[in-house]
C-alpha cells in the first residue's frame, strides 16, 4: 500500500474532490486519480463512487476511519525526522561528575529545555571514570568530567576549571592564616572524597612525601557533602568555590596557595562523535557558552 496515496485519499475526503487536492498537493488531476486507482486496486475493494457528486462507499468509509491513525503517525514521524535532522529534536544521554551536576548543570539544563522543548535529556552522575566506561559502551553519547586516560578512544575538550579553597570549622586553628598552602593541611584531618575521585587522587599525590607520617584522613564519598561535615567540626576540606553559594554557616572559607589542586573539566565523547551534531550538537553549544567559570572567591 503506497503511503502517499493514502495521504491523497484522506485530502480527497477533506476537500470534497479530486480537483481541489490536486491543486493543492500541486498535482496533476491525473496524477491523483491514478493514486487512488492504484490504492483500490491494491486493497481490492472501492473507494469513492465515481459520478456528478462525491461521495465514498462503505470500504471507503471504513478505510477512511481506520487509516485516520496512520496518516497522522506518518506526518508526525516525518516533522519529527524533520526537527531531528535540524537539531530541534532528539533524545541525549548526557553523563556529569559531581560537583558540577548539582551546583551547575540544573540551570544549564532547565534553560536549554525551555529553548528545545522537543528535546529529551537524560542525566547520569557518576565519577570520571565510570562515565568514560559507559561512554566507550555507548550508554552515553556525551560526558562532562575530567580528562580521560590516554588510548581510551575519546575526545576531550576543556570547558571550565573547578577552583579549589580550603574550607574550615570556624574554631580550626588554620583560621588564623589568611592564605593556606596544600602543606599546611598535613598536620590535621582533612575530609577526602572516594578513591576513584579524580580531585582526591590528585590531591593525594600533591601531599604524598616519601618517607613521611601518614595522613589523617577521613573518606566523604560525595564532593557535594563535604561541606556538611566540615560544618559538623570533624575537620577541613579542600572544595570547588562552586558549592560554597552561600557560605556555609559555621564554616570560613581561606584561599588556597597555587592552582596545584585545580581541576580542569570538559566535553568528553567518542572521538567519532566529535563535535557533537544535531541535537547534541545543540546541546554541546549551550554547555559550552555556559560551563565556564563565573564563581570567584569573596
Avoid: W
Wanted: glycine share 8%; charged share 20%.
Amino acid at each position: 500500500m503506497d503511503l502517499k496515496a493514502v495521504k491523497t485519499f484522506h485530502r480527497i475526503v477533506a476537500l470534497g474532490g479530486f480537483n481541489r487536492a490536486a491543486e493543492e498537493l500541486n498535482y496533476a488531476q491525473s496524477t491523483v486519480t491514478m493514486q487512488i486507482q492504484k490504492l483500490e486496486a491494491d486493497l481490492g475493494l472501492r473507494l469513492i463512487e465515481r459520478g456528478k457528486t462525491f461521495e465514498l462507499t462503505q470500504a471507503g468509509r471504513l478505510f477512511l476511519e481506520q487509516s485516520a491513525h496512520i496518516v497522522r503517525d506518518i506526518e508526525q514521524l516525518q516533522d519529527t525526522m524533520t526537527e531531528l535532522v535540524a537539531g530541534e529534536a532528539g533524545h541525549i544521554r548526557l553523563g556529569v561528575v559531581e560537583p558540577i551536576a548539582s551546583y551547575r548543570m540544573p540551570d544549564i539544563i532547565a534553560g536549554f529545555l525551555r529553548d528545545s522543548p522537543h528535546i529529551r535529556v537524560s542525566i547520569s552522575i557518576a565519577s570520571s571514570t565510570v562515565l568514560s566506561q559507559q561512554l566507550q559502551q555507548g550508554e552515553l553519547d556525551l560526558a562532562i568530567c575530567s580528562p580521560p586516560l590516554l588510548g581510551t578512544g575519546l575526545y576531550f575538550e576543556p570547558m571550565l576549571t573547578e577552583h579549589f579553597v580550603v574550607l574550615l570549622p570556624e574554631q580550626h586553628p588554620l583560621t588564623q592564616k589568611a592564605i593556606i598552602s596544600v602543606q599546611d593541611l598535613r598536620s590535621h584531618r582533612l575530609l577526602i572524597t572516594s578513591s576513584d575521585c579524580p580531585y582526591r587522587r590528585k590531591l593525594e599525590m600533591i601531599l604524598q612525601e616519601p618517607g613521611g607520617s601518614p595522613l589523617d584522613t577521613l573518606e566523604i564519598g560525595s564532593m557535594s557533602a563535604l561541606k556538611f561535615y566540615v560544618q559538623s567540626g570533624i575537620g577541613a576540606a579542600l572544595v570547588p568555590v562552586s558549592v560554597l553559594q552561600p557560605e556555609p554557616e559555621g564554616t570560613v572559607i581561606r584561599p588556597l596557595q597555587g592552582s596545584e589542586v585545580d581541576m580542569t573539566c570538559g566535553l568528553l565523547c567518542r572521538e567519532p562523535d566529535y563535535p557533537p551534531r544535531l541535537a547534541a550538537g545543540k546541546l554541546y553549544e549551550t554547555l559550552k557558552k555556559n560551563l565556564p567559570d563565573n564563581y570567584l572567591i569573596s
